[in-house]
């Protein structure tokens, strides 16, 4: 499979746990994204890296929230101290540089839930 | 006012009709604008992207679009039930480098 992969599918902690994410995007695709979506609504934007360089961050994104890249291939999304609010599908998406902006591939989310 | 605005539905139309789902963005300096459809349970998918005014058709979709109205939109023909799914407004945003998406439609398509 060559498609976006993310890691785990689901996650379930208790409030105040650390959880992260992994995501591997599709091998030649250098653009990397990181979006969070709860029910009803749709995907909202958390960060974006091209390569190994993080070029966007929501000011939405507390300082509870952090996102690498750090070989320019894989990416991890961390959430230290979780609380209720942060239960969301967080979903990676990868495109190519030299792509249209805005043509996403996405992977199949990691569905986290806080108790 | 939210960047880009859809109505939320549902939108129910019968097999065979046309759905006709519609959009407004605020950034008057976006340049590239999508559709995505997200089955309940999945990510979004991309099936149209349209960058200059007028009409673009893909099979029996068709994507519109009028910067000067700030109005896009997505027709289906001949709806099939299996068309029915969340269809999700997208639009990238130069001035935010970013792809915005609305809170999407509801599209139901029934026998």
């Known amino acids: 499979d060559t498609g976006v992969s993310q890691d785990p599918r689901h996650k379930i902690t208790k409030r105040g746990q650390n959880v992260t994410f992994r995501c591997d995007p599709i091998s030649e695709h250098n653009r990397l994204y990181w979006y969070r979506q709860t029910l009803g609504q749709g995907p909202e934007f958390l960060t974006y890296?091209?390569?190994?360089?993080?070029?966007?961050k929501s000011r939405l994104l507390s300082d509870r929230f952090s996102a690498e890249r750090p070989k320019g291939s894989f990416s991890t999304l961390e959430i230290q101290r979780t609380e209720q609010g942060d239960s969301a599908m967080y979903l990676c998406?990868?495109?190519?540089?030299?792509?249209?902006?805005?043509?996403?591939?996405f992977g199949e989310g990691s569905r986290l839930t806080v108790l | 006012q939210k960047e880009v605005e859809q109505n939320s539905g549902p939108l129910s139309v019968p097999e065979g009709a046309i759905a006709s789902l519609n959009c407004t963005y605020s950034d008057r300096g976006s340049q590239s604008f999508f559709w995505y459809r997200q089955y309940s349970g999945k990510s979004p998918e991309l099936i149209m992207s349209?960058?200059?005014?007028g009409d673009k058709e893909d099979g029996r979709f068709t994507a519109q679009l009028n910067k000067a109205s700030q109005y896009v939109s997505l027709l289906i023909r001949d709806s099939q039930p299996s068309d029915s799914a969340t269809y999700l407004c997208a639009v990238f945003s130069g001035g935010y480098n970013k792809l915005i998406f609305g809170a999407g439609t509801r599209l139901a398509v029934h026998p």
């Open positions: 890296f091209q390569n190994e360089a993080q070029l966007e």
């Open positions: 349209i960058y200059s005014n």
């Open positions: 998406a990868s495109s190519l540089e030299s792509g249209r902006t805005g043509e996403l591939f």
